[in-house]
């Protein structure tokens, strides 16, 4: 277990070893205006039509365009770490590949675990809001006479939403026979999830006018459920609102595609590395696709769509986007102070440690309105960040092919930030993603240490064996 869990692998080795693991090669055919497509369509169905309506009714109020702002500005710090990480490692796989490369295989394997879940919740979440829409845009007001209500089961599982499971299914069967598709971590797809973590912010009052009696007001006319769609039925546009659901839909089906697509070869590339079943990685040689991966998910995010209500997911999606930009951010600054200037880790880890324990201390100060422990942390955080600039400059920059300007600023500032939000989720986001934590730690204690330690010896011994035969070989011609 010790061996495996620091066990990382080197650029080259996740590049051309790993990827022969999956028998076939993808087909490469999208260019760049195809994955500027899929971006956008990515963002708009999930981040728009989607969350904007339920943050705005149940977490931030009027305050939404602010959220939207604080988390844009954290999506663009965690974009600047990703865009250094693809250059300089360009390796299918994203934040797995590049933790595992920095911080060794646990670490890599728990982000990997958490992008496969944020993936499968919010597709599911994604496609139980589309029958909201797809109602709307048939003039039928009430999504529940779509669904079926069934008495036993616990609240938010109760109502069973076959529209959104029909949905998934046909959707993963285009996409298993789908021919043209180009997984590149250069344009990453974490980015998908951006639009989802901004939406979850829960600013404090005392910035906001959410105390304000009328903005109360304003924020209980807004819907849940297709609020756009809503917004124009209210004001009496009741073809705008049909118009609306039925373009709303759409968008929704376009982010389903460019998020499953991204989901199989995520789980395709942590197939590779054993730390699941082999079986996973394997590429259809005549399709070009992951099927195996495919299918699997597929059929987990339409079970996931039947019953469970979006509320349930959501907050829990923001918490694991969150960690694992927390750890990339942190992933590179150890790269470049530790990997590349090839120095002793002791003054990188402790600068990370005292940080990370600043930006908490922030947060929870500001979260209980202390602003005395909110000013005196900040400045910590600053200090720390200006110290380590200066004691522990970077060297080796003239090797990089493009790098984050005024390191280590941004990654600072990007810890900083995804701990800020993190503390602004409900306690019951972090019991759920402990219970999660706890079930991949233990299957990777029980599974993953084994198989991937098995892997590696069964290619030691084949690699053996073929310098063997080449020996021996040379010597019968001889």
Known sequence: LRKRMLATWTPDQELNHVRLRSGADMKRKLQWYDL????????????????????????????????????????????????????????AGGAFSYLRVTFGEFVGYFAGANILMEYVLSNAAVARNFTDYLCRALGENDATCWRIEVEGLMKGYNMLDFPAVALVLLLTLCLCRILVFFFSIKIHAKYRR???????????????????????????????????????????WGWASNLVGAGASLGIVASLVVAMLGQARYLCVIGRSHLV???????????????????????????????????????????????????????????????????????????????????????????????????????LAAITTASFHRMVPFHGGGDLQWSVPLMPWPASASIFLNIFLMTRLKAISFRRFGIWACVISLFYVLYGVHSTYEAEETEKEAGSDGIVNTISSSSIQQ
């Open 36 to 91: 500027i497509a899929l971006g956008v369509g990515g963002m708009l169905g999930v981040g728009v039509f989607v969350t904007t309506g339920r943050v705005a009714n149940s977490m931030a109020g009027p305050s939404v365009f602010i959220s939207y702002i604080i988390a844009g500005v954290s999506a663009l710090l965690s974009s600047l770490c990703y865009t250094e990480f693809s250059v300089q490692i360009p390796v």
């Open 194 to 236: 951006l639009l989802l973590t901004r939406d979850l912010l829960d600013l404090p009052a005392t910035l906001t006018s959410v105390k304000l009696r009328f903005s109360l007001f304003l924020k209980t006319l807004i819907s849940k459920d297709a609020s756009f769609s809503v917004a124009f039925e209210k004001i009496g």
């Open 277 to 379: 079943p082999s079986w996973l990685a394997k590429v259809h040689p005549s399709t070009g696709t992951p099927l195996n991966a495919t299918l699997f998910l597929g059929i987990c995010t339409a079970l996931i769509a039947l019953f469970t209500d979006l509320e349930i997911v959501f907050e829990l999606i923001s918490l694991g986007t969150l960690m694992v930009f927390y750890l990339v951010a942190n992933a590179l600054i150890y790269r470049r102070h530790v990997i590349t200037s090839c120095r002793p880790p002791l003054h990188t880890i402790l600068f990370l440690f005292l940080l990370s324990s600043a930006s908490l201390g922030f947060s929870v100060s500001w979260k209980l309105e202390k602003w005395w422990g909110s000013a005196l942390f900040s400045s």
